[in-house]
């Protein structure tokens, strides 16, 4: 059993002390701290009870689901979920993954137009994901409420400090973020409604990353959040050129894998830590990063996730599976087990005592897979953010072309010589467990892919 904190009430307190009082909040303000209190409290049930309750709410939303979408309907009968009967355990297994690709199929089939009335409007939302097919959903207010609660969470548990100054540098939909401003706002947006905070700023991640260095150092931030990718690019970039930014106290990773080697980079040359997340613009947060440790806590009050192996049985601890997700407060648009396309590998209970289950790793999708000649695939660490201290290698790569080949692009500075190349070769190699014939090919640019997410492998076969 996880041990409880003493006194919980005193916990949540000296939390929301840690990061400074909240304002004399409104209507949303105060039902947001009444949702913190009660995740401050959930976070440390055993993990059977945090599933009964999110069993109880899978219940509501099948039900409702069932009554007000004929698409699912059908779905939901066929494995014995009825509108009168309690939802089991075994029915709910029974229910069939929905894939991304029917999601995308189904257009708005899968949309409810008129959700409970205390759940608020509805809004639409697109995403294109890495593989730049769009799927659609339609939110309720209740649900961004929800996303905004889980927002404050994981400030609260960072101890983030509040009146700080926030940077962004991430896909910008407005198209208002340009260098050399970039968008100023007084306070960090949703937060605001329960905090005083201090101001954020924002950049578009299409800024050359020497722009975005001196963007950055003009902010006195204490806050970065971008994606991992990017980081490495700064970092790099602050590396060659020595400029640091020290009013940085830790990045806020997201939307990419994280490369346990760039926390690393980021602690030597910055000094800091990275807090990472997992969350999609579908189903809103998966995952948070511990307060205490590296591992991912699965948000359990907002999210029922399962990792299931190729049979469809949930992975033990130390096993890897397919991550599907059932957002529990969205009833515009019911995602009921939602493959969402990415693999994670279960951990044990976290020594921090929380129920929250825990993730170890997140790995991305499949089509970044590594096929070794006999078929058997992995998730490769190719130690591209190392190839700068063999050679001037800006950016890189990997195509996997046959059960063979591999090509490298890289964007270089100037042009490789054969034992620069022959050590970035044997670099790649090391980490792949087969001696892939590599191909190294020179390109100008490697571009982002839609929404845009940076491919660091990809497998063509
Ligand atoms: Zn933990």
Redesign the pocket.
């Known amino acids: 059993m996880n041990e409880q904190p003493a006194d919980i009430s005193e916990h949540t307190l000296s939390a929301i002390e840690g990061i400074g009082w909240p304002a004399v909040p409104g209507r949303e303000g105060a039902s947001l701290l009444a949702v913190l209190f009660q995740l401050e409290q959930s976070q440390w049930w055993p993990a059977e009870k945090l599933h009964a309750h999110q069993l109880g709410q899978i219940e509501k939303l099948c039900h409702f689901a069932h009554q007000h979408i004929p698409y699912l309907s059908k779905r939901l009968e066929a494995a014995g979920i009825g509108q009168h009967k309690p939802l089991s355990e075994e029915a709910w297994r029974e229910l069939p993954i929905l894939t991304r690709d029917e999601l995308q199929k189904s257009g708005t089939k899968l949309q409810c137009t008129e959700p409970p009335k205390g759940h608020g409007r509805t809004s639409q939302s697109t995403t294109t994901g890495s593989t730049g097919k769009p799927v659609s959903v339609s939110r309720t207010e209740l649900s961004a409420f929800y996303w905004t609660a889980f927002t404050l969470r994981d400030h609260i548990w960072r101890k983030r400090d509040l009146s700080a100054t926030f940077a962004t540098i991430r896909y910008d939909r407005s198209a208002r973020a340009a260098y050399p401003d970039g968008i100023e706002s007084d306070n960090w947006g949703s937060p605001a409604a329960l905090f005083r905070t201090g101001p954020a700023a924002k950049l578009t991640i299409t800024t050359p990353v020497a722009d975005q260095g001196e963007w950055l150092a003009r902010q006195n931030a204490a806050y970065l959040s971008t994606n991992p990718s990017n980081l490495g690019e700064l970092l790099r970039l602050s590396e060659e050129s020595g400029v640091r930014y020290p009013s940085l106290r830790e990045v806020q990773t997201l939307s990419e894998v994280l490369d346990p080697a760039l926390r690393a980079q980021c602690r030597r040359l910055w000094g800091i830590e990275i807090a990472d997340m997992y969350s999609t613009q579908e189903t809103g947060y998966i995952a948070l990063q511990?307060?205490?440790?590296e591992?991912y806590?699965v948000q359990s009050e907002c999210a029922l996730i399962e990792i299931l192996d190729g049979d469809s049985t949930p992975c033990q601890p130390g096993e890897v599976g397919r991550v599907v997700v059932t957002p529990l407060h969205n009833f515009a648009t019911p995602l009921l087990r939602y493959d969402i396309g990415d693999y994670a590998e279960v951990g044990a209970p976290?020594?921090?005592?929380?129920g929250?289950p825990?993730l170890t790793r997140i790995m991305g999708r499949a089509r970044a897979m590594l096929t070794l000649p006999d078929g058997s695939r992995s998730w490769p660490l190719m130690g591209g953010s190392r190839f700068a201290e063999i050679a001037p290698v800006r950016q890189y790569q990997f195509v996997q072309k046959s059960r063979q080949a591999i090509e490298a692009r890289l964007v270089v500075e100037r042009p490789l010589n054969e034992q620069e190349e022959e050590a970035l070769r044997e670099r790649m190699l090391a980490r792949l467990g087969h001696p892939f014939e590599i191909k190294l090919s020179y390109v100008k640019k490697i571009e982002r892919q839609a929404g845009e997410k940076y491919e660091e492998f990809k497998s063509e076969l």
């Open positions: 511990c307060p205490e440790t591992n806590h976290c020594p921090c005592g929380r929250l825990v």
